[in-house]
């Protein structure tokens, strides 16, 4: 595996493997590497000939200062952790890479940006969607892997795809979990041990709040019950619990729809997020009936 930080030296290499009609697969990521990220490299293996893992903390996404001066920064075993996947590439651009002098660009997209994180993180998805443009064009992607743990990022990268016409093929990875059910995630590192005991509680609100909804039950008693779970199981603060529509992410109050359960919640100083989809009978019906359709 190549170690690179210059965009110059990147695209010397892309250039051969594309006169030699190779394809290319590309994992962002921001380090600390976990099996969730992992999973995302074997999805890139099975889909192209050649695969490019970066590594960039954006600055750019990060609107509180204290959570990007404590991100995880792990290259050196990030690197080993690599080495037997059959990565092609670890490109760890320099900053100005990214963001020479003078950079002057961002990227916003509206909708499925609203709310959710969005609300919560100002400039967070404008941080995020202009970072993986830049990175999309300079690692040349044919397709690129994001993980559904982030599945309102997953969302809004798929509009700018699509409004942009890039060529990058998206492609969604399940959420990889540890065995207590907890979403594997870089900021889990941070929790210390008793917090970490306690954080897989978020995965059974889930759980339970997204039967009572399959079940017919009432959502906004259902949503709320879930805060006061965690709250009670010694969650500092909840920003949010919430059910969307699947794909435009709009506010729902029933799941006639396929449907998501949302949730961001603070614990220990760090703030975790999860979703879980809601496929309730009537929802299965309506998209049973869209596919019977005349076009
Ligand atoms: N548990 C997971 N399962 C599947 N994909 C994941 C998981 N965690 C992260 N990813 C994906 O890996 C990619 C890079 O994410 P990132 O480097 O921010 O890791 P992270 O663990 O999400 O860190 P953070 O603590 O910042 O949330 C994203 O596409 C993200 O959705
Ligand atoms: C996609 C990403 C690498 C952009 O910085 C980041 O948001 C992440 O790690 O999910
Ligand atoms: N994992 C998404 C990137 C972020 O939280 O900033």
Same mark, same amino acid.
């Given at each position: 595996m190549k170690i690179i930080r210059r965009k110059s030296d990147l695209q010397a290499l892309t250039g051969n493997w594309r006169r030699a009609g190779e394809t290319i697969g590309v994992v962002l990521t921001m380090g600390a590497l976990h099996d969730g990220? #992992? &999973?995302l490299v074997k999805a890139a293996h099975s889909r192209? =000939? %050649?695969v490019i893992v970066t590594i960039f903390?954006?600055?750019r996404q990060f609107n509180n200062p204290e959570d990007l001066a404590k991100y995880p920064k792990t290259e050196e075993s990030d690197a080993r952790i690599l080495g037997p996947l059959d990565v092609d590439v670890l490109y760890v651009p320099e900053p100005e890479e990214i963001y020479p002098t003078g950079f002057s660009t961002t990227i916003s997209v509206s909708g499925v940006s609203d709310g959710l994180c969005g /609300? =919560? %993180?100002? /400039?967070h998805f404008d941080g995020v969607a202009t970072v993986v443009t830049k990175l999309l064009l300079q690692t040349d992607a044919d397709c690129?892997?994001?993980g559904e743990k982030d599945y309102q990022q997953l969302q809004v990268v798929r509009r700018v795809v699509a409004d942009l016409d890039l060529k990058t093929e998206i492609v969604a990875c399940p959420t990889? %979990?540890?065995d207590?059910? #907890?979403?594997? &995630?870089s900021r889990n590192l941070r #929790? /210390? &041990?008793e917090a970490r005991q306690m954080a897989p509680v978020i995965g059974r609100v889930l759980k339970s709040a997204a039967n009572v909804i399959r079940q017919g039950g009432n959502v906004a008693l259902a949503l709320e019950t879930a805060r006061q779970a965690l709250l009670v199981a010694g969650f500092d603060a909840v920003d949010y619990f919430e059910l969307r529509s699947d794909s435009d992410l709009l506010t729902l109050t029933t799941a006639d729809q396929p449907a998501r359960l949302f949730v961001a919640a603070w614990l220990n100083g760090v703030r975790l997020i999860d979703n879980m989809p809601v496929a309730t009978e009537r929802s299965a019906q309506k998209v049973a009936a869209k596919l019977v359709e005349p076009v």
């Open positions: 990220h #992992l &999973s192209a =000939d %050649r903390v954006n600055p /609300g =919560d %993180r100002p /400039g690129t892997f994001f990889v %979990r540890e207590d059910g #907890l979403a594997m &995630s #929790l /210390g &041990s």
